[in-house]
C-alpha cells in the first residue's frame, strides 16, 4: 500500500529568521498519521538549520540539488556525502529549472541520483514536458527518456527512488495539470517502473499544486503525493496540502 508524501521545495528563497518561524510551525502544527509523510528540501546554507529545527519531529529534510562527483575539485558543488552529513534524507535531482538554467542533462540528473543513492539519500528525480513538447504530443516520450536515463544509472537502486512529474508549463506559474492529465502520465510513468521491478515507488506531482487542488489530484490512483514549490513557502497552504 502506497502512502502520501508532500515535499516542500523552498527554491532559493528564505533566510535565517523567516526560516526559522516557518520550521518552527511546521514542527508545531504537523500531527502525522499512518501513511502520511512530509519533507522540506532548503537551500544548501540552511541544511543544518533544518536539522536543528526538525531532529526529533516526523518531517524529514533534504537539499535541492546534489553533485554527481564524490569529491574533489569541483569548485561550489555538494557532495552526497556531504549531505549525509546533515542528515538529508532526500536531494531533488533533475528539477526543470536546474535542466533549464545549469545544464543538468538526462545523464548528469541520472548519475546524481546515484550519487545520491550511493550514500542512502532518497532522490527525488523530476521529469516533465515543456508546454511545445505537449502541444507537440511528444509528452510520453520525453518523461520516458528523463524517466529510463535515471533507471539505467540506478539500476536494482530505482526501488529506492522517489519520482516527481512536473510538467514546466505548470511550474511557478498557476497552472496546474488537470488530474486527469496528471494521472495519464503518472501511469505511463508507473508502467515503466513496474517494468523495472519498482512499482510501488511514489510518484508526486509538481506544478503549481494548492490546498484547493491537492486532494482532487492526490485522490488520482497513481499519484501519491506532491512537490510544492511557492506554497510551501507558508505555513497553512503547505500543510492543508499535506493533509489533502
Ligand atoms: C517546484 O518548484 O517543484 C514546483 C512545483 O513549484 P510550484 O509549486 O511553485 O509550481
Known sequence: MRGKLVVGNWKMNGGLAANAALLAEIAAQWRPSPGRDLAVCVPYPYLPQAQGALAGTPIAWGAQD?????????????????????????AIVGHSERRQFFGDTDAIV???????????ITPIACVGETLAEREGRVTEAVVLRQLDAVLAAVGSGATRL?????????????????PAEAQAVHATLRARLAKAGAVDVPLLYGGSVKADNAAALFAMADIDGGLIGGASLKTAEFLAIARA
Open 66 to 90: 546534489v553533485s554527481e562527483h564524490d569529491a574533489g575539485a569541483y569548485t561550489g558543488e555538494v557532495s552526497a556525502r556531504m549531505l549525509a552529513d546533515f542528515g538529508c534524507r532526500f
Open 110 to 120: 541520472a548519475a546524481k541520483a546515484g550519487s545520491a543513492l550511493a550514500t542512502g
Open 162 to 178: 522517489v519520482i516527481a512529474y512536473e510538467p514546466v508549463w505548470a511550474i511557478g506559474t498557476g497552472r496546474t495539470a488537470s
